[in-house]
């Protein structure tokens, strides 16, 4: 779903445009809180004068220090990983990713990939590989 936030456009390290889609629920909450800031500007997180707020390493660091974390475990990196990992873990193909992280080589993304620990890949070569009642029923 399209919503006049996303997608929002950002320069990464090689200054290529992407796009990363997030949640319906993020989406409402970003512009609750855009609904009392000036409504001219379309950041959802500006700085007097609508330009962009570029102090989030600092925010990350503030937030783990103030729940009382070690905050050289945080930076802004982690957000990036954990929303691959996720996405992968709940089915994402890698092509998806690789797209939305900006990577050339499909290696890059696939260090996001952890095996499952989980029943489900067991429940998956059941499904490919019936047993033998089944299939002779």
């Not at 609508?50 to 390493?57: A, E, G, L, N, Q």
């Not at 783990?64 to 996720?86: I, M, P, Q, S, V």
């Not at 696939?110 to 998956?124: I, T, V």
Request: hydrophobic share 35%; charged share 30%; with cysteine.
């Amino acid at each position: 779903m399209k919503h006049k936030l996303a997608p929002w456009k950002w320069s990464p390290k090689r200054y290529k445009e992407g796009e990363i889609p997030i949640p319906d629920a993020l989406v409402e909450i970003l512009e609750g809180g855009m609904a009392k800031t000036d409504k001219r500007c379309p950041l959802p997180f500006p700085t007097s004068g609508c330009k962009p707020k570029m102090d989030f390493w600092d925010c990350v660091k503030a937030v783990a220090r103030r729940g009382g974390l070690d905050e050289d475990k945080y930076w802004l990196h982690k957000f990036r990983a954990t929303f691959a990992t996720n996405a992968l873990a709940h089915g994402v193909d890698l092509r998806t990713v690789q797209l939305w992280l900006g990577h050339t080589e499909i290696e890059s993304t696939m260090r996001y990939l952890k095996p499952s620990r989980s029943a489900e890949p067991h429940r998956k070569v059941n499904e490919i590989f019936p047993s033998r009642k089944r299939l002779s029923s």
